[in-house]
């Protein structure tokens, strides 16, 4: 199964919001990273910001709120530390100029 919501195009400028839905016991850890470099959770920057909330005892569901102004890869991270496991997946969002 799929973690986030598959590729999708958007217009330059424009807001995009992907979803990263993960379930475990112990509940996972969440972490998006762009290009390669991890998005801090707490990371006050008005072009990326994410959230969290629970969906149940064991899931949790993390939104992440993008504006594009470039072609970027994103990818999404579950962590169980205690399990030592870890479930990936990602996603590509080509940005194209407004006609």
Not at 26 to 48: A, D, T, Y
Not at 63 to 73: C, D, N, P
Request: hydrophobic share 40%; charged share 15%.
């Amino acid at each position: 199964k799929n973690l986030i919501s598959r590729p999708r195009l958007a217009f330059v400028g424009s807001v995009v919001q992907i979803t990263c839905e993960v379930a475990g016991i112990p509940m996972p850890v969440i972490q998006w990273r762009k290009n390669g470099n991890l998005i801090l959770k707490n990371q006050s920057n008005p072009r990326e910001n994410q959230t969290e909330h629970d969906t149940s005892d064991v899931s949790i569901s993390s939104t992440l709120r993008i504006t594009v102004f470039q072609s970027a890869w994103y990818s999404c991270s579950a962590l169980n530390f205690p399990l030592g496991k870890q479930a990936n997946d990602s996603i590509i969002i080509n940005v194209t100029a407004i006609e």
